[in-house]
């Protein structure tokens, strides 16, 4: 760091070419605007809020959809959204699918000996189904992707398959190396079942290099039989691909206790403040409310979701009435089924209203970066203009691009538009034991609801 | 995080633009420099070169200038930069101040005995000096700012003052906090000397919660005898600023064993790979090797320094032949004097070679963002045309803005240059104990690498 004598002040010339990008705002509100993204950005920093908020909502546990914690954070955050007063709260009503771990699975190589029934790292899958009550003994097959196993059924017959191709660290951007290695976990195990194998252990899908297994659901097909699958941490997903190199003929014991139930209700939680001028157009800011059960969802999704809380929040704080209405939306059930989206889409078609805007936050607290966008090019025009005012909050650049997934479902909007942090480390912790309150930056955090803030204030003074 | 069946693939336009954002490079140009800019990203993230030396370096312990150890890693330094392949590697001969903490300081509450002696943790200031054997005991004066304590130098003879201005947190730039809070640190205790005070407790400026001390320099005056000065963690900041305001007469006894030694021989460690057509055009990239030495300096700066080497060996693994020399510096003894910087510059005004840029990396190993440039506007419009290419490892801008310390002293060069990852989490560690291995992020400081890389790459190739 820079020594007192020779810090040198950074000129930040963005700011002072502002009024230039300007075409459509006059100086007048360009200076309102800043001022009020000023205090929206210095209350967040000062209060931290939604930081606050999330060590309470960690404390509950986690939030599978349909279990018990869930309901228990649902009304937790109806609670929450009534103290901070927004105008109104209520519950959307859904049913959700209602999967349990059930006891601790465990995995160990169970031959040959010399392994002394060495212990293996994993979790089941979201979604699979529980082992016969001895567990399942079998071989290993080991494949690096659907490709390979679809070249090898006739091998697959009463093995365990195991899917080991890592992440590809060499991309920058984390959620294409998530998306590039996803495939094993969602589509590895139906396809094993279908060629006869009796289990399937696929690697974590991550960039740590920790043992931790990391979960996620995991696909079913009409008229196949789920086998019992597993993610593995990937020290022993390195392990045991060595070991079956040694020892073709070794075998892992698997034990899984999970069983789905029948739907069970949930809700979105919901907050709103009405627009003083426009009351019937709806910008809504979210993200989903359900977490996976191996940690307390912190980063995904529960911070995120509080970020957006804490958009209105700050308004509150600030005296900011809204033109338009803006709508914080927990939705329920993102991580396996999407019934929370689903839900919210659908009323919004029949409610009458128009939602010029959604925005989703479902890519952890980190800094700010930017925002994608779905919309026509005009909308998106008017939001780049407003870069020098966002950017106060971290945010270089609005692009289009993919927004999230809650939001997907409400039709007709005139932008979808994704959060983005800084993603590099998102994928050592995401739907693992990593993901915890610890985990989080109050300062990270507190900027992403900052930059929602100024980005849903400025829809809410100019429209789209 | 979107499941597979609704993620949606992100269209990043950037790139499919960047043509049309490159005046002065042809197509046939770009293309070459998207796709060395791509491999160096590859081998960086792949490798993980600098990061697993930064593993070797932290072992080593902490550099501050002069110590044993500073030496130690001067020399491994140089070792790796042999064993590297670099064209020259040598040693750069300077004198650095030595000074010694000496035994761990100690600082508890002497009266009223209710306190039953509670402990506080602090850390003596770097170039502080000893107590008398039995420590210094003397009452409490808090103040908030050096103007506080000038309407109050009565009241400081004979006192301990203590500064406990905060660093300001609403502020997003953590360097502008750090800026705003280190005056107490620098020109406090030098102050208070001039006022009678005999001694100076300074609150860490941090944007930590924990209670670790952070030091750095503190600075002297022709004339003015120095006090034992000491920075203390900020909950003990609280506790005792809440002590003293419940007993007026609450006294503090410290104990610091520090000395100011003879300066000492060090060295500047330094390694190139000279340019294939124009190898008197220098271009340099470096940090600071020196750190404090309450931590192992793995931000600040071990893993930058090793970012900039790792600039060079990524050339050399790709095969890369710079047209203009490319020089790594590891500049000695930044924190408490700049003996290194300041031998630097003065060699390369003799030296004959023209230094066309510099680049500094001491903001950390974090996620990339941006440049900061000292030039003139048309070398700084050249570096903003690459920004399609520079963006690949998540540069988003360059601006005009301070560089670094160490560089300052490079007289005539085209252009200083400061390269800025993200600095959210930068002040929670900076000059504590916190600054430790653990704390970095491969991906986030090998991107770092990577941006440094290309920037380097395409100045050597189109000049400035």
């Known amino acids: 760091m820079k020594t007192l004598f020779t810090s040198i002040i950074v000129l930040f010339i963005l700011f002072s070419t502002?009024?230039?990008?300007?075409?459509?705002?006059?100086?007048?509100?360009?200076?309102?605007?800043?001022?009020?993204?000023?205090k929206l950005i210095k209350t967040a920093l000062k209060d931290e809020t939604g930081y606050k908020l999330l060590k309470d909502l960690c404390a509950i546990g986690p939030r599978l959809s349909g279990s018990e914690k869930s309901l228990k954070a649902i009304y937790w955050a109806e609670k929450k959204m009534k103290e901070a007063g927004?105008?109104?709260?209520?519950?959307?009503?859904?049913?959700?699918?209602?999967?349990?771990?059930?006891?601790?699975?465990?995995?160990?190589?169970?031959?040959?000996?010399?392994?002394?029934?060495?212990?293996?790292?994993?979790?089941?899958?979201?979604?699979?189904?529980?082992?016969?009550?001895?567990?399942?003994?079998?071989e290993i097959l080991e494949v690096k992707s659907l490709a390979e196993l679809a070249g090898k059924k006739e091998e697959a017959k009463g093995k365990i398959v195991f899917f080991n191709r890592p992440l590809d660290k060499t991309l920058v951007n984390t959620f294409s190396g998530y998306g590039g290695g996803v495939d094993q976990r969602f589509n590895g195990p139906v396809e094993a079942a279908k060629a006869?194998?009796?289990?399937?252990?696929?690697?974590?899908?991550?960039?740590?290099?920790?043992?931790?297994?990391?979960?996620?659901?995991?696909?079913?097909?009409?008229?196949v039989n789920l086998i019992p699958a597993v993610g593995i941490g990937i020290q022993d997903a390195d392990f045991l691909s060595n070991a079956v190199k040694k020892n073709p003929n070794l075998k892992v014991t698997i034990h899984t206790y999970c069983r789905t139930l029948p739907d069970a209700e949930s809700y979105n939680v919901i907050g709103e403040l009405k627009g003083t001028e426009y009351p019937n157009e709806v910008i809504v800011v979210g993200g989903h409310f359900d977490s996976w059960d191996l940690a307390t969802g912190a980063h995904d999704d529960g911070g995120p979701c509080l970020q957006t809380m804490e958009v209105l929040s700050l308004f509150k704080k600030n005296n900011i009435k809204p033109k338009r209405t803006v709508?914080?939306?927990?939705?329920?059930?993102?991580?396996?089924?999407?019934?929370?989206?689903?839900?919210?889409?659908?009323?919004?078609?029949i409610s009458g209203e128009k939602h010029i805007a959604a925005i989703e936050s479902d890519r952890g607290c980190f800094t700010p970066r930017g925002f994608y966008v779905q919309s026509d090019a005009e909308a998106l025009k008017k939001m780049q203009s407003w870069l020098?005012?966002?950017?106060?909050?971290?945010?270089?650049w609005v692009l289009p691009g993919g927004s999230g997934a809650d939001i997907g479902p409400i039709k007709n909007a005139k932008a979808l538009i994704g959060y983005v942090p800084d993603d590099q480390r998102y994928m050592d912790l995401h739907h693992s034991a990593n993901d915890v309150y610890s985990a989080v930056n109050p300062r990270e955090m507190e900027l992403?609801?900052?930059?929602?803030?100024?980005?849903?204030?400025?829809?809410?003074?100019?429209?789209l």
Chains 1, 2 share one sequence.
């Open 18 to 38: 502002a009024a230039n990008s300007f075409g459509q705002i006059d100086k007048n509100k360009l200076e309102k605007y800043n001022s009020v993204a000023d």
């Open 86 to 138: 927004f105008d109104s709260v209520w519950l959307q009503k859904t049913m959700v699918p209602h999967w349990e771990r059930g006891a601790k699975e465990t995995a160990f190589i169970a031959y040959p000996a010399n392994y002394k029934k060495k212990k293996l790292n994993i979790a089941a899958l979201g979604g699979t189904v529980a082992t016969p009550k001895g567990g399942i003994t079998a």
């Open 196 to 223: 006869g194998a009796v289990g399937a252990i696929v690697r974590s899908v991550t960039t740590n290099t920790d043992n931790n297994p990391h979960t996620g659901v995991t696909g079913s097909e009409k008229g």
């Open 327 to 349: 709508r914080c939306v927990f939705f329920i059930n993102e991580e396996n089924g999407l019934r929370g989206g689903l839900e919210y889409g659908k009323w919004a078609e």
């Open 388 to 396: 020098p005012i966002l950017n106060k909050s971290l945010i270089d």
């Open 448 to 463: 992403g609801a900052s930059a929602m803030a100024i980005l849903v204030y400025l829809i809410s003074e100019e429209g």
